[in-house]
């Protein structure tokens, strides 16, 4: 067979598959990777939770950004429909080995007795080896892969020793420096995938009940679950204009489309209070795929992006087929689950502006990593000399129907002289600000208090 995987004309859609070019017509496109593995009987690849959670059916996405340089991308198949594969290449566990010789990620957890039942193991190799390659062999390399039965020190210990290792010159990293381009434009069935912003927009005029996809880590949970989602899919992964993150005159603008990985790893340590939210922000398989535009998207009222943006006084750029507007992240979540986005409007970007003010993010979890907020809260404060607020943003997400700001906390601050009295008193209106709910991860009473511990942390920790 000799067409291309990135021919968009190609008639018919394939994928590449440890090396080996499959098509996949008749393929159902919202189907997992992972259900479709198991029809070819490759069954290295493990089915845990079929959530995300677990890390059990990991494998490595190659991907190519925009500079041309590719790298191997550990992201959970339980959550990526086979629309979402064409004109892809991955890698799965089986690909690994060399006959006998186990890859050095399998290796290391065979030395250091990294695996007992051996279900999991799997998916942990497959995020040493995307780590391998990508530079992170740390505890957050494998922080989306669930062990119970090993205990984590072996595996740890395999990790320290593969960190010692030089990869540069063997078969993967060859593989890697192969030329590549991005995934172009694909369709399989009813999922498309275009590459511009006006194709987007145009196939949504086309079938006006489809649903926007980025990286699928939202919707991909009901795909897994078998749920019908939509009637067909425009898939926004491949276009350039959405992956932009550009220094502009007053601050930063982020395309909707970038990963959340990509964002760590280029503004983590401008903006240190994203840097820390996105630290504990699901996984490492997740972050590669979750997109800022699918968390605003989903308008979670624990999306964890939320409160940051809040904070920062962050703007977003919509656009549709009237044209874009701006609306500030204030102005965006109307209610539970809803925002001011017409259907047909996409979430093109957002821009935080430059500011003086000392901010950070706190997350508490049940767990903390992989995990979603019981509270996430983010502070914004500006003082003058005299330690006077000049600027307040207390934002906060899981408190209310939407992620929300504390405008009258903001308001008391103001102007105030930031001392024990004020912190107390701003502390003491937070346990009332809002009216959150119970449920199976905290009681009411509990993320009350944790709207004030968080401030008067902020203040202890940042401004003391
Ligand atoms: C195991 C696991 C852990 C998680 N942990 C966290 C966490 O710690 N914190 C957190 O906040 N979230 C968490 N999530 C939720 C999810 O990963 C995030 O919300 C993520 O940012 C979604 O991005 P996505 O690109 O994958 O969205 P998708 O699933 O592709 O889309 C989500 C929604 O947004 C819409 N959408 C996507 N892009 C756009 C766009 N550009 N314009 C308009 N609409 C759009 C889609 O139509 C859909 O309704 C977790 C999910 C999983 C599975
Ligand atoms: S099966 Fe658990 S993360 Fe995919
Ligand atoms: S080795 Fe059994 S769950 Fe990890």
């Given at each position: 067979?000799?067409?291309?995987?990135?021919?968009?004309?190609?008639?018919?859609?394939?994928?590449?598959?440890?090396?080996?070019?499959?098509e996949?017509?008749?393929?159902?496109?919202?189907?997992?990777?992972?259900?479709?593995?198991?029809?070819?009987?490759?069954?290295?690849?493990?089915?845990?939770?079929?959530?995300?959670d677990?890390?059990?059916?990991?494998?490595?996405?190659?991907?190519?950004?925009?500079d041309?340089?590719?790298h191997?991308?550990?992201?959970?198949?339980?959550?990526?429909?086979?629309?979402?594969v064409?004109?892809?290449e991955?890698l799965?566990?089986?690909?690994?080995?060399?006959g006998?010789?186990?890859?050095?990620?399998?290796q290391?957890?065979v030395?250091?007795?990294?695996?007992?039942?051996?279900?999991?193991?799997?998916?942990?190799?497959?995020?040493?080896?995307?780590?391998?390659?990508g530079?992170?062999?740390?505890?957050?390399?494998?922080?989306g892969?669930?062990?119970r039965?090993?205990?984590?020190?072996?595996?740890?210990?395999?990790?320290?020793?593969?960190?010692?290792?030089?990869?540069?010159?063997?078969?993967?990293a060859?593989?890697?420096?192969?030329?590549?381009?991005?995934?172009?434009?694909?369709?399989?069935?009813?999922?498309?995938?275009?590459?511009?912003?006006?194709?987007?927009?145009?196939?949504?005029?086309q079938?006006?009940?489809?649903?926007?996809?980025?990286?699928?880590?939202?919707?991909?949970?009901n795909?897994?679950r078998?749920?019908?989602?939509?009637?067909?899919?425009?898939?926004?992964?491949?276009?350039?204009?959405?992956?932009?993150?550009?220094k502009?005159?007053?601050g930063?603008?982020?395309?909707?489309?970038?990963?959340?990985?990509?964002?760590e790893?280029?503004?983590?340590?401008?903006?240190?209070?994203?840097?820390?939210?996105?630290?504990?922000?699901?996984?490492?398989?997740?972050?590669?795929?979750?997109?800022?535009?699918?968390?605003?998207?989903?308008a979670?009222?624990?999306?964890?992006l939320?409160?940051?943006?809040?904070?920062?006084?962050?703007?977003?750029?919509?656009?549709g087929?009237?044209?874009?507007?701006?609306?500030?992240?204030?102005?965006?979540?109307?209610?539970?689950?809803?925002?001011?986005?017409?259907?047909?409007?996409?979430?093109?970007?957002v821009?935080?502006?430059?500011?003086g003010?000392?901010?950070?993010a706190?997350?508490?979890?049940?767990?903390?990593?992989?995990?979603?907020?019981?509270?996430a809260?983010?502070?914004?404060?500006?003082?003058?000399?005299?330690?006077?607020?000049?600027?307040?943003?207390?934002?906060?997400?899981?408190?209310?129907a939407?992620?929300?700001?504390?405008?009258?906390?903001?308001?008391?601050?103001?102007?105030?002289?930031?001392?024990?009295?004020?912190?107390?008193?701003?502390?003491?209106?937070?346990?009332?600000?809002?009216?959150?709910?119970?449920?199976?991860?905290?009681?009411?009473?509990?993320?009350?208090?944790?709207?004030?511990?968080?401030?008067?942390?902020?203040?202890?920790?940042?401004?003391?």
């Amino acid at each position: 067979m000799t067409t291309s995987i990135h021919d968009p004309h190609a008639a018919t859609p394939a994928f590449e598959l440890n090396g080996r070019r499959v098509e996949l017509a008749g393929s159902d496109p919202a189907g997992s990777l992972l259900r479709w593995l198991k029809r070819q009987r490759l069954h290295g690849t493990k089915e845990g939770c079929g959530d995300g959670d677990c890390g059990a059916c990991t494998v490595a996405l190659i991907e190519t950004d925009a500079d041309g340089r590719s790298h191997y991308r550990a992201v959970n198949s339980c959550l990526l429909p086979m629309g979402s594969v064409v004109g892809r290449e991955i890698l799965t566990v089986e690909a690994l080995a060399d006959g006998d010789v186990l890859h050095p990620a399998q290796q290391a957890l065979v030395d250091h007795s990294g695996s007992q039942c051996g279900y999991c193991t799997p998916g942990f190799v497959m995020s040493l080896f995307a780590g391998v390659y990508g530079g992170e062999l740390n505890d957050h390399t494998t922080e989306g892969n669930l062990c119970r039965c090993t205990g984590y020190a072996p595996i740890r210990r395999a990790t320290a020793e593969l960190a010692t290792l030089d990869f540069s010159g063997d078969r993967f990293a060859e593989g890697l420096r192969r030329e590549r381009h991005s995934a172009g434009e694909a369709t399989l069935g009813n999922y498309f995938s275009p590459v511009t912003i006006d194709d987007a927009l145009r196939l949504k005029q086309q079938h006006p009940d489809a649903a926007w996809i980025a990286g699928a880590t939202d919707l991909g949970v009901n795909l897994s679950r078998g749920q019908v989602v939509a009637s067909s899919f425009i898939a926004l992964d491949r276009i350039a204009e959405l992956q932009q993150i550009e220094k502009t005159d007053g601050g930063w603008r982020i395309g909707a489309g970038v990963s959340l990985s990509r964002l760590e790893s280029e503004l983590g340590e401008t903006i240190p209070a994203l840097g820390e939210m996105l630290r504990w922000f699901a996984a490492r398989q997740v972050r590669n795929r979750a997109t800022v535009g699918g968390n605003l998207g989903s308008a979670s009222p624990i999306g964890d992006l939320s409160p940051l943006l809040l904070a920062l006084d962050a703007t977003i750029e919509l656009r549709g087929p009237k044209g874009s507007r701006q609306v500030p992240v204030a102005d965006f979540f109307t209610g539970y689950r809803q925002t001011i986005r017409a259907d047909d409007e996409l979430i093109v970007a957002v821009d935080i502006p430059v500011s003086g003010a000392t901010c950070m993010a706190y997350k508490v979890a049940k767990r903390q990593s992989d995990d979603i907020s019981i509270v996430a809260a983010v502070f914004a404060i500006q003082l003058d000399e005299a330690r006077c607020v000049r600027h307040a943003r207390l934002a906060y997400g899981g408190v209310a129907a939407t992620p929300v700001r504390a405008t009258g906390v903001e308001d008391f601050l103001l102007g105030k002289l930031l001392d024990a009295t004020s912190v107390e008193m701003a502390c003491t209106m937070l346990l009332e600000a809002f009216t959150p709910l119970s449920d199976h991860r905290a009681g009411a009473d509990y993320r009350r208090a944790l709207c004030a511990s968080l401030f008067d942390k902020f203040v202890a920790e940042q401004l003391s």
